[in-house]
């Protein structure tokens, strides 16, 4: 069984609503590791069926006495509009507390931190009520999201729209979207909504802003029902406005909505680092490619020696949930390098929220 799961295939649950409606939370998937090729452990000294943390005593589940290079046999790399689970890149350290892990990781706590934020000075500063732990890289958590960018693929956000090497991208048909609606009917009925378009009230995919003008959030599919039936008497999508996102300097006056354009790295390309694109790629060469990278007076230096070119030794990939709106994804914490991705979200094999989601059973996931 541990074979299995190693190599072949895996559990998943979701636990987030990032991916909606394409995933719900509580599905539970089949991730095949076969798709881009079993990767092998870093880490063989670790507890079966457990990740990070052990059961009841929340002690590390392995040890790291024995960490083996990055080796994937027989793999090829994630296709744009695959649903990939890989390591969070992000979650390499983690304050070892709930709500922060890698809900909140550590790299983002030391960011503002070192803006002036008070209450993150504090929890540094208090190393035995939030201590700080480090993982492996096939022992960070396991994150789920929408392959939209390969290495070498320049990626843009306009408006909550992709656009890929320039050209727009159509979302997933169940992707999500924030829209101001003007409808035509004077009152929603609740029922109607959740049986005919799968808008729950009570979960807020939609709210009464004044008048017939409502907030929702649709996907294309719910978004077509219903302007073909009538309901929708004008509609506009409203835009984030959310910029504390990467790189996080003040070069780049990017939003979740309205981000890059950047180009995603690829093994065996070449860049000249410029004060526009250093903070972009600065941690994907130091910490995922552990290569030495300083800036010193508008100067560059490689392992200790001036060089403003890098060769990039990796693969990378730009990750983003469905719910675009609502996502933790590479608009925050940038590239997905390979050595992280652990494989294809195959099919949904069970789905509960209150009961079983029987028409949710045994769905390829697209």
Not at 208 to 220: C, K, Q
Not at 256 to 280: C, H, R, S, Y
Not at 352 to 365: A, M, V
């Amino acid at each position: 069984a541990t074979l299995i799961r190693t190599f072949i295939f895996e559990a998943y649950t979701i636990p987030s609503g990032s991916m909606e409606k394409t995933l719900l939370v509580k599905d539970f998937l089949f991730v095949s590791k076969l798709s881009y090729g079993p990767r092998i452990p870093n880490t063989p000294l670790s507890v079966p069926f457990v990740h990070n943390y052990m059961p009841v005593t929340n002690g590390k589940s392995y040890s790291e006495l024995v960490q083996l290079p990055y080796i994937r046999w027989f793999g090829s790399m994630p296709k744009r509009n695959d649903v990939v689970v890989f390591n969070f890149p992000a979650g390499d350290t983690v304050i070892h507390r709930e709500g922060f892990e890698s809900l909140v990781p550590y790299i983002d706590v030391k960011r503002a931190a070192d803006r002036g934020d008070r209450d993150a000075k504090l929890v540094l500063a208090d190393g035995e009520n939030y201590p700080v732990v480090s993982h492996p890289v096939d022992k960070t958590d396991n994150y789920i999201k929408r392959c939209v960018g390969v290495s070498g693929d320049s990626i843009e956000v306009r408006h909550n729209v992709v656009y890929l090497n320039g050209v727009r991208q159509e979302p997933p048909p169940y992707a999500e979207q924030i829209y101001k609606v003007e409808v035509t009917a004077p009152a929603l009925d609740m029922d109607v909504m959740k049986s005919e378009y799968d808008l729950d009230f009570e979960k807020g995919d939609y709210s009464s802003i004044g008048g017939n003008i409502y907030r929702m959030l649709l996907t294309t599919v719910a978004k077509e029902k219903m302007q073909k039936n009538g309901l929708i008497k004008n509609i506009e999508p409203i835009d984030g406005l959310e910029r504390d996102v990467f790189p996080y300097d003040t070069l780049h006056n990017w939003t979740m909505d309205n981000f890059g354009p950047l180009w995603v790295p690829k093994k065996g390309a070449t860049i000249q680092l410029t004060p526009e694109n250093f903070n972009i790629y600065e941690r994907a060469i130091r910490k995922y490619e552990h290569t030495d990278l300083e800036e010193r007076n508008g100067k560059y230096y490689i392992n200790g020696q001036e060089n403003s070119s890098y060769t990039f030794k990796m693969d990378y990939f730009w990750m983003m949930g469905d719910n675009r709106q609502g996502s933790q994804d590479s608009r925050k914490w940038g590239f997905v390098p390979e050595d992280r991705i652990v494989g294809k979200a195959w099919m949904i094999w069970f789905s509960w929220e209150g009961g079983p989601r029987w028409k949710r059973l045994f769905n390829i996931i697209k």
